[in-house]
């Protein structure tokens, strides 16, 4: 794809879509771009790209379309409803759903791509609001190998550690394997940033000695702090990570794979969306915990 | 303390304890060992250590007491016992417990020391086997300030991260954060692994992805590419991770605190301890879960 020329679509300016079209913008490419609530993309309307009132006109005229919606059921609507892309992409179209969704679906649309000539990708990412930002996304793909490549500058735009985990579906089942990582580990720096309040210990004191050492991870380092200051705005949506958790679950499942650290974290955050707190980020499970 | 003659006597050879007093004979110090299994100490004599017979003979004689033992019974033990360190020291000694210990004993030993004009900080540590060789241990202390800058210097013959923490206890309570972060991390990497390997994907495919973004830990970068080869050798013991999770659970109960992770985790190693395998490595949390 020549930049001069090249058309990309972008379907979904949340919270981490819209950082990650601005990058595209940035890096030369017209834009063209389509999101449920309109208000959401007028930024990037300032900047230069274009609106598209239907998911349809974005497919008729990218030559490239990344969707970043939010649920299973969006995605099957983007790509599949009446005037969703598979039924309005040209032939050669790449498309490339970069929402967390689920890898039966990715392989869906895959196959439905595959025979309309249309290269599909599942192309989910790791890294919250701030690799966003900073496009250093981790972008986990799944799809063929030749697609991948021709794909490749355009992720490198976004992100910094981007790797082809096999056939499609691949993609979102190692965004799994992300999200069950996580899934436990935010109860552990919870309980442990807790037991410190409780314990008479300095929290951030406490971050110094454990953050560097064998108990260290990303989350201990970027979502304990915001915990201990109380500020539970998202970074990643408790909302959008039950939905995740459930996937993972019916996954495992299917497996006959037992999860009980992942089932117990589904279960928390169950409690925090019963308390219709879906909007506030994953750290918020330290105040849940904190009764 | 000068080098030229000043002791330090070191109680407990175990897998940190070796590497831990090697460190200390290296950096030119006269080296007072004692360990229940004589066997252990060998090679520490045959590198200048000196054999003490006794508890009793090392407490007489260092300038400086670091214990590296197994249990909160075994320290008691150690420090208590009527030939024990607290019976035996001189009035200026610094004593110095290493073990992951209770928070309430580190108070009692402290306080019992103090009465006999002994300097006492617990100072537990996090990094396991690799961070004892590597000398790059965190060192989580708890004590007199004045008593940790004295030390200081020894702390860092053995460590990089070296942080007082508080009062007398406040390295054990540290250290508790740091076990409770582990302990439900532990469950996410073991599940994350299982779950790729079943999905067909590439396990250590899956760490290149999943390893640098937000599911990052220490656990997963250090422990699960060992789950992958199925090698279970102990870097930390089930059986001393139990003990800790013990220690926890206790004053997290004890402080009204609510541990779904810590007691889940506990759980989980503990059927690890009823299939005989309290000699293995954390790791092997990966092996029970595969069934």
């Given at each position: 794809m020549k930049k001069a020329n090249a058309a990309i679509g972008f379907i979904g300016i949340g919270v981490m879509g819209k950082s990650m079209a601005e990058h595209i913008l940035d890096a030369g490419y017209s834009l063209l771009v389509y999101n449920r609530t309109k208000s959401r993309a007028d930024e990037l309307a300032e900047r230069g790209a274009v609106w598209k009132d239907t998911v349809a006109e974005v497919a008729k005229e990218a030559d490239m379309i990344i969707t970043m919606v939010g649920y299973p059921n969006d995605v099957e609507e983007v790509y599949f409803g009446n005037n969703g892309i598979l039924s309005n992409a040209k032939p050669g179209t790449y498309v490339i759903d970069m929402?967390?969704?689920?890898p039966s679906l990715a392989k869906k649309i895959y196959v439905e791509a595959k025979n309309k000539g249309i290269c599909s990708l599942d192309a989910p990412v790791s890294g919250g609001d701030v690799g966003a930002k900073n496009a250093e996304l981790t972008i986990m793909v799944g799809g063929d190998k030749e697609d991948f490549e021709n794909v490749l500058p355009i992720f490198e735009i976004m992100g910094k550690n981007i790797v082809l985990q096999g056939t499609a579906g691949a993609g979102q089942h190692t965004k799994m394997c992300n999200q069950i990582v996580i899934a436990s580990n935010m109860i552990g720096v919870s309980e442990a940033m807790l037991y410190a309040k409780r314990a008479g210990l300095d929290p951030e004191t406490v971050l110094k000695s454990?953050?560097?050492?064998?108990?260290?991870s990303w989350s201990l380092s970027n979502l304990a702090p915001r915990m201990i200051k109380g500020d539970f705005e998202p970074g990643f949506f408790v909302k959008h990570f039950v939905k995740d958790m459930s996937i993972a679950l019916a996954e495992a499942e299917a497996m006959g794979l037992r999860t009980p650290g992942l089932q117990l974290s589904k279960y928390l955050y169950d409690e925090i969306m019963e308390e219709h707190?879906?909007?506030?980020?994953?750290?918020?499970l330290y105040e849940l915990l904190d009764k």
């Open positions: 929402t967390t969704s689920e454990i953050s560097a050492g064998a108990a260290g707190k879906g909007d506030k980020g994953t750290q918020i």
